[in-house]
């Protein structure tokens, strides 16, 4: 009869969105089954108007913890600010003004933060940009590794003082799986000569591994510890540069097809709690995360004279080191 065919076909499209739906589930991860409750600490996450910031933020709100999202844009900081107290019925969560491109905005971050808080229990290094036009930060830092790296270096180094008085405390920095791709361009740094955005923002995540591997050893003994993570491949704001998956043939015709395989930022942020959190990692600081666990370094990433270099430049860079 002409009235089953409707029925066949609509019983098929609810069967192909569950296996979608499941799919994209299964292959997101777990969700982070810790159950620590956080009161009373203070925890800082950069980029936390958005995306995997944003999400990292509600999920620490839940646990009841005091978070302080550093963001570049204070309106778009508020409106996410009250979409998660009013959600988490947690009133401890603050708008402060850090633009990662601005080295001066960064260190006013910091100094209001220390008149606020004398404690830091939990620092995430979430904000980044992504394969944008060429372009540089306020002090004439190639963009992708202004933001990405040297931002985030300065914000961490003006804050270990803190942290250490904290301890036991962490330090999350989000790297990306593209490190692997990453080389440190020691000849042209700041792509000065040359400005391929794939190839910047993969030494960029380098550099956030780099980092993270130097900063973990210049922090034995101090309690303080400091995982890098790849999210995974997630839907947020930071893919807006990238003009081939923004096109109306892709969003139509492509997107529904990788949706399944592509993160929900909820999904990304469970590898955040897992480095913030997980008590079963304490002894692996300077570890690189990916899906809550830990992976083996590439051979670049393990290069420890190439990691001593990259500190000096960024010492020089954001004149770390003058008084």
Known sequence: MSWKKPIVYGSAAVTIVGAAYLTKDYLGGARYKGEEELNNKIIIVTGANTGIGYETVRELARRKAKVIMACRDMQKCEKSRREIVIDTKNKYVYCRKCDLASQESIRKFVKRFRKEYDKLDILVNNAGVMRCPKSYTKEGIEMQLGVNHIGHFLLTNLLLDVLKESAPSRIINLSSAAYHAGQINMKDLNSDIKYDSGKAYAQS?????????????????????????????????????????????????????????????????????????????????????????????????????????????SESWTKLNVT
Not at 282 to 291: H, L, R
Request: net charge positive.
């Open 205 to 313: 995540k380098l550099a956030n591994v780099l980092f993270t591997t130097e900063l973990a050893d210049r922090l034995k003994g101090t309690g303080v510890n400091v995982y890098a993570i790849h999210p995974g491949i997630v839907d947020t704001d930071i893919i807006r540069h990238m003009r081939v998956l923004n096109n109306i043939f892709t969003r139509i015709f492509l997107k529904p097809f990788v949706w399944p395989f592509i993160k929900a930022p909820v999904q990304a942020a469970q590898t955040v709690l897992y480095a913030a959190l997980d008590p079963s990692i304490t002894d692996a600081s300077g570890s690189y995360i990916d899906n809550s666990t830990i992976k083996e370094l590439s051979e670049n990433a393990k290069d420890k004279n190439l990691a001593k270099w990259l500190w000096k430049v």
